[in-house]
């Protein structure tokens, strides 16, 4: 019998048992995971731990081997309900609420910056394909509006400079922010950053800090990140997990982590 119950019922999202096997490789390992709604929480470890398969996993470009993922999808009359994600496709994932970004930056390049986050609304558009190809006065008034809307989000994250520049040529930092803001054009209610501070240096992960703190503060969401840059995971993190070979290791606040002697083991052995 499956019934699709969360363990707790603070999370947004909660993973049950979820194991990844790929030939031989177990990716990951019966992975009860979870995240509160509203907090920020970081998923660290060493390179080829599991996280971005993790990532994958929730994001539906994996079917897990075995395993739940639940996930409290907001509902259109109000509330929310929980919905098992296992199976669904990438752009359902997306329409129920759960946006993300990649390790390696994915925009289209030769796009510019309004463009790539006008892509991310999409998701949301009621128009059909026949609206998009016929552009009825409907399609064409909720065009405008999401056009209002991205540009209002590129003006509120800092962006609004750059929305005819195309994404190629923004600097390395501003590509970071506009995926994020791309990622939230999709009004997600749980947004996950793999290594959103990868290649950035110390001001731009400063700015990144900000950023994630402003997102948090003024979006009604919840953030899950993927991240190698300590002080900053420390820094804004309620809750930490650390993965280790697609096993959850140690989980806890921030300082506790820190000081978890399997912890420190396993990073020590890394470097
Ligand atoms: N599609 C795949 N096919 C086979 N092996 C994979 C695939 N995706 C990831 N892996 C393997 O799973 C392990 C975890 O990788 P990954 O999730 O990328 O780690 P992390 O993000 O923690 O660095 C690695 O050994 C990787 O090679
Ligand atoms: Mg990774």
């Avoid at 990951?28 to 060493?46: M, Q």
């Avoid at 994250?157 to 922010?177: E, H």
């Avoid at 947004?191 to 703190?213: F, Q, S, V, W, Y």
Wanted: aromatic letters at 6%; one cysteine or more; hydrophobic letters at 40%.
């Amino acid at each position: 019998m499956t019934e699709n119950v969360m363990n707790n019922p603070a999370s947004i999202i909660e993973t049950q048992d979820v194991s990844m096997i790929f030939g031989g490789l177990v990716a990951l390992d019966e992975v009860n995971f979870r995240v509160e709604k509203g907090s920020i929480t970081a998923l660290i470890g060493p390179n080829g731990a599991g996280k971005t398969t993790f990532f994958n996993c929730l994001t539906g470009i994996y079917t897990p081997t075995r395993g739940r993922i639940l996930f409290k999808a907001p509902q259109p009359e109000g509330g929310d309900q929980v919905v098992p994600l296992r199976g669904l496709s990438p752009d359902k994932v997306t329409t129920l609420g759960v946006a993300r970004t990649f390790q390696n930056i994915r925009l289209f390049n030769n796009l510019t910056v309004l463009e790539n986050v006008l892509i991310g609304c999409h998701c949301r558009m009621k128009a059909g394909l026949w609206g998009a190809l016929f552009r009825d006065k409907n399609t064409m008034a909720e065009e405008n509006a999401m056009a209002e809307y991205s540009y209002q989000l590129l003006e509120k994250y800092g962006l609004s400079r750059a929305v005819n520049d195309l994404a190629k040529n923004l600097p390395y930092g501003d590509q970071r922010r506009l995926e994020i803001v791309r990622a939230l054009a999709t009004r997600p209610s749980l947004l996950l950053l793999d290594e959103p501070a990868a290649g950035l240096n110390i001001n731009e992960t400063r700015e990144l800090k900000d950023l994630i703190h402003l997102i948090r503060d003024r979006e009604n969401l919840s953030i899950l990140l993927i991240e190698h840059d300590m002080s900053l995971v420390m820094s804004i993190s309620e809750k930490v997990y650390v993965m280790e070979y697609g096993r959850v290791i140690a989980q806890g606040g921030p300082l506790e982590i820190k000081n978890d002697p399997a912890v420190i083991k396993a990073y020590l052995g890394e470097e």
